[in-house]
């Protein structure tokens, strides 16, 4: 692999995942702290019995602890929307709401936690009960997870092996990136990326990817293949990487980020 001539990329978009397993929201822009993660993603887990989590000693445990994708697509079919103004989470089941829940509060985190138990009750391994991420800690799937990036040329390179479209959003990620040859994020560990605001981004590993990203975001029908078809084709599961936020600021869709040497 060969990274791109190009030194400048685009961010096309920008999308949290306030709760772990739960819907995307699309952001106009966002604004980064160093050392920290994507504004408002992975507050939330919904743990699928109990996990051993502590919060007051936080460490990263296996996506398998928690409701998510990998195991549970129906998920998929939930709209969800969470204000961090007000900590209000609210649930759409089939177009209608479901729950409308203030998770700072002991009577929504039970609200939510009945609706689970009662949506996949042949899921669980216990009570599900929802964690909130105390601070300066996350529940992302890599315990060095900041900030997940996405090469939107290599999601056509994945419609290409498969021969159907292949939603983004099926991998999650934080930032959608333009202006970059097929796979040349899996080259940038290492480099970093400069945004116009003094963002300073550094690409810290790849995204190896998991059963996850076989079902449709859309529907929540698990129809493809993803990590086969890249071991497959590419000798192994990677596609977008992580980084971790060097230098604060505000980011945007639309903005032009330029690709630097370490």
């Known amino acids: 692999m ?117 949506y996949l009750p042949d899921a669980l391994r216990g009570e599900p009960r929802l964690l909130a991420a105390p601070e300066g800690f996350r529940f992302t799937d890599s315990p060095r997870g900041y900030v997940s990036l996405l090469n939107l040329a290599s999601v056509a390179a994945l419609e290409d092996m498969t021969g159907v479209p292949v939603d983004p959003l099926r991998f999650r990620a934080n930032l959608h990136l333009t202006g970059l040859a097929p796979w040349a994020e899996l080259d940038l560990v290492g480099r970093v990326l400069n945004g116009p605001d003094g963002v300073v981004l550094r690409v810290i590993k790849r995204t190896e990817r998991c059963a996850a990203t076989n079902v449709d975001p859309a529907t929540g029908i698990r129809d493809l293949t993803i990590p086969r078809t890249l071991d497959r084709n590419l000798g192994h599961t990677d596609c977008g990487v992580y980084a971790e936020v060097l230098a604060g600021g505000r980011i945007a869709a639309g903005d032009d980020v330029v690709l630097a040497d370490a």
């Open 2 to 118: 060969t990274p791109s001539t190009s030194k400048t990329v685009t961010i096309a978009g920008l999308y949290r995942y306030p709760v772990k397993g739960l819907s995307p929201e699309l952001l106009h822009e966002a604004v980064l702290e160093r050392d920290g993660y994507f504004p408002h993603d992975r507050l939330f887990a919904i743990e699928n019995g109990p996990s051993g989590f502590d919060p007051g000693r936080p460490a990263h445990e296996p996506k398998i602890k928690f409701l998510m994708l990998m195991r549970h697509e129906a998920l998929a079919r939930l709209a969800t929307r969470y204000e961090p103004a007000t900590g209000v989470l609210t649930i759409a089941q089939e177009g209608r709401v479901a729950v409308e829940a203030d998770l700072a509060a002991p009577e929504g985190r039970r609200a939510v936690e009945a609706f689970m138990a009662g």
